[in-house]
């Protein structure tokens, strides 16, 4: 039997070599190293017999390449250039050195000509200064005649016990398409998954002759910091500790970590990794290498600090090889279909015939507190609080196809399906309940009366009263539940405009009804869902009140339009939708059904910039009339608007046709790429017809959203946080300056 030729490889920046190791282990040849770090160099002719080029990329030169490989042309080159320039942990300068190593690496490409290149980078990369670095690297690799790919991946889906996640451009040659692997736990020859941190430290302790098995000799004062932190916790703030130990906490220097969870990123550094789950210590590079997912065989050269450095900075072997396996697949041939057969294509492939019960995935602890999901919609406000710990005991909606998709993702939770206005449903509600105690009602009663979307748009042209619209009054109608149920908390949400409509007549009217209901400690704001990790621009208001006294709980702004060094980047489209661009993406999720547009339609879109809204004016003259008409065509504020892939997306609306245009293909998104910037699980599946699936995700409060207010007012019960009695956790841990300086200056009680 002929031996198949192994596909080759030649591995830049290769550090610690974990991204060599990854493509090895799947089944590639190796022909070259190279680094700039001694210690790379020892490493790599410890663990193997790979040629190793040592020195600065810059100088090299094809020639310099091809003496070491003995002339042979790599299929593939990987590496990831220096990560921190570009890193959150980094300073973000962009006149670092260390950010202009993409151009030495596009040279190589362009030079060696590989059927596939690999680039690694922290995702910081695709979002510095708006995404002009990134669109720079992919511009020049693009001009070099390589098809882009790019993704960011999570090592925690691979099998790698940590949550680490980083950015994967993929540039291929051949006009194949080119997948990124599902998320799966495979052993995949040498490498093995965990599940977490406990499992990969299982045996450390009593494993012989361990190699890079260092512990940092700490000092007495350092060790009584460790003794302070809990398991999975962080060292209290500098207020709370003795004054001979007190100190800021920064990264993951005093974060403990926990056996049943996955690791955070291992960075860089001697000093830098987080503390062992029971030993008062920090990590020594052979366990911060066993949550890399490195062998115990593979061996780190260098000082400790450098055996850190090498670990810290590598690329998970297991994550590699999965990438690996993906990229022999295009390899051999494998054709994935066009865009344009991908469009064509009427019906997923997605069978959806067995309903899945979404909850029993969920985890909830002893006797949890419970809640109703009024006006559920799909169920953002369900899963968001489920996944936050609290258990749903009833969902209640009018909507036909909304009845299908509770069944199908929730066939064991109540459902009453029926105008919640009639004492007929009011009745069958509280049946189902049955006398349960029901500790938190949500729900965003109907908001197209508030919208801008909605008639408020004709108040005073067509003789429009928005306090007689009888969607307006379902507001109401969810306070006469929470009249009957009384339940400890509620959580009201609507439109941004329900604040200001009719001179603010509806808040002014709900806070007094509020009032008299015994619920005298409410607050409510405007906030805008990109704040808070959802990729998308949704403006929303939101009113929590509870008859408990406790404190109503924000969750504090985390991710910023323009960030500063410290702070993260709002979310993008690119980083919730990419993946959904190749066909075989159908087979895996549910509800990715691009529409058939016309010809017309279709290049119409195509005149329409990344993140810019059409216009009219600069269409070829046949574009800019409707064929069945001849009239203009208008353009509505979402109707001919492409999302950015850098940026979050706008306030997505419910409409078969509302949907905006996807980032680069010439079609509006499907309502799987919708529900993916809602924050939806790809295991919901929305049922009805399309425009029933659109209405549904664009109706929908986000899911992450819910399960951040719902993680506020989970550990605001737990701590007992009341006013005057709060501790400084409380301001650090969910409360903004705003809370404090605002409530005082209006003297309120709440």
Known sequence: MTKTKKPTFISLFSGGGGFKLGFEEAGFECLLSSDILLEAEKTNNLNSKTPFLLGDIRLFTKEDILKKTNNKFPDVIIGGPPCQGFSVMGDKQGSDPRNQLFKSYINLVRDLKPKVFVLENVKGLKTMYGGKVFNQITTGFSESGYDIYFKILNAKDYGVPQNRERVFIVGTNKDRGFNF???????????????????????????????????????????????????????????????????????????????????????????????????????????????????????????????????????????????????????????????????????????????????????????????????????????????????PLLCADFDKAVKETHEFNFPTLDYVHGDLSHKKIKKELLNKLDGKKVDIIV???????????????????????PQTDPRNKLVFTFLDYVKEIKPDWFVMENVAGFKSLDGGFFVKKLTENITKLGYKNFDYRIINTASYGIPQKRKRFILIANKTGHIIPWPKPKYFENPKDWQLPMRTVGEVITDLIDDSSRDRVANHEPMDHSREISERYSYVEEGKKMDIDKLPEKLKYAKYTGQKIKNFSHVYRRLHRNEPSITLVPGHNAFPIHPTLNRLITSREAARIQTFPDEIVFCGSSKEQCTQVGNAFPVSMAARIGECIEKTIKNDWKPGKESDLAKYSILDKWYYEEKKKLNLEI
């Open 181 to 391: 692997p599902d998320p799966i736990f495979k052993k995949i020859n040498s490498l093995v998954p965990k599940e977490n941190v406990g499992e990969a430290f299982q045996d450390i302790e009593t494993s012989k002759n361990l190699e890079n098995h260092l512990i940092l000799n700490h000092s007495d004062r350092v060790i009584e910091r460790y003794k302070l932190i809990k398991e999975g916790g962080k060292l209290p703030p500098p207020e709370f500790l003795p004054k001979e130990i007190r100190r800021v906490n920064f990264g993951n220097t005093y974060q403990r970590l926990h056996r049943e969870k996955v690791s955070p990123t291992m960075v860089p550094g001697n000093n830098a990794f987080p503390v062992h789950p029971t030993l008062n210590r920090s990590l020594s590079p052979r366990e911060a290498a066993r949550l890399q997912s490195f062998p115990d065989n593979h061996i780190f050269e260098g000082s400790r600090k450098m055996q850190c450095i090498l670990v810290g900075n590598a690329v998970p072997p297991l994550l590699s090889a999965n990438i690996a396996l993906e990229i022999k697949k295009h390899l051999k041939n494998k054709k994935y279909e066009s865009d344009r057969q991908f469009l064509i294509k009427k019906r997923s492939t997605i069978k959806l015939n067995q309903p899945r019960n979404y909850l029993e995935n969920l985890s909830f602890k002893k006797n949890p507190k419970t809640f109703i999901d009024l006006f559920s919609g799909a169920g953002g406000f369900t899963i968001g609080l489920s996944q936050a710990g609290f258990k």
């Open 443 to 465: 729900g965003g009663p109907p908001c197209q009366g508030f919208s801008i979307f909605g008639k408020r748009r004709f108040i005073n042209t067509k003789n429009y009263d």
